[in-house]
């Protein structure tokens, strides 16, 4: 089992609908991220949390809300999914003492 | 605008020819990470550096970061068409907060 799971792997959405997208994992870190990958830029931060009562905006917040719900679960929503949130979209996890990321498989998010 | 410039965005090689990935920044980090990343998965940490000037080997990868702590170079030798995938840097400020590249998508063709 991978130690940081994404759920849905895959998912097609209308304009206007909302969505989670769950993250969760086994590896007892901290911290978690999500982050949204576009071609050509890379990946950019959204929301991160240090700790379950630690939230924090990213780079590109607009749009997205998060739930750090325990420690081992963190979910991002888009409240009214729109077409340019089309997007692969990783969760992330890190250790305070550690500096390495480990990701999720993805999910592919697509707003039609 | 990206923290942190990769360059070139894409390289297509033949196996055998070495390359060099460059990744920089007008900032300073605490540690940079360099990570690969394979078609429908996550990124996958290759090495991470710390100290000005450092340089490490896996196999046929050297990562350096340089004296300032702002830059980093990927070199690959011999390059084979295992390598090909996405190359993404990171840099880490000292509140574990990590900013990446746009990436590097190299192909390597047999």
């Known amino acids: 089992d991978a130690d940081v799971t994404q759920t849905p792997r895959n998912r097609i959405t209308k304009t206007g609908k909302r969505i989670m997208l769950e993250c969760s994992q086994t590896k007892g870190h901290d911290r978690m991220y999500w982050y949204r990958q576009d071609p050509g830029l890379g990946l950019r931060l959204i929301y991160y949390?240090?700790?379950?009562?630690?939230?924090n905006k990213g780079e590109i917040s607009d749009g997205y809300s998060v739930s750090r719900q325990a420690q081992a679960k963190f979910s991002l929503s888009l409240e009214s999914a729109i077409p340019n949130q089309t997007a692969l979209y990783f969760c992330?996890?890190?250790?305070?003492?550690?500096?390495?990321?480990?990701f999720g498989q993805g999910t592919r998010l697509t707003v039609v | 605008t990206q923290l942190l410039e990769q360059s070139p965005q894409f390289l297509s090689i033949q196996e055998g020819e070495n390359l060099t990935v460059y990744c920089n920044s007008s900032?300073?980090?605490?540690?940079l990470q360099w990570y690969r990343q394979e078609p429908g998965e996550g990124p996958v940490l290759l090495v991470t550096v710390v100290t000005g000037g450092e340089v490490k080997k896996l196999k046929r990868l050297t990562f350096q970061f340089g004296d300032a702590r702002k830059d980093s170079s990927l070199h690959i030798t011999a390059a084979q068409p295992g390598d090909t995938g996405l190359y993404l840097c990171a840099g880490a400020n000292n509140f574990n907060k990590f900013y990446f590249g746009s990436g590097t998508k190299l192909n390597v063709k047999p």
């Open positions: 900032s300073v980090f605490s540690s």
């Open positions: 949390s240090f700790d379950v009562k630690d939230i």
């Open positions: 992330a996890t890190s250790d305070h003492r550690d500096t390495e990321a480990f």
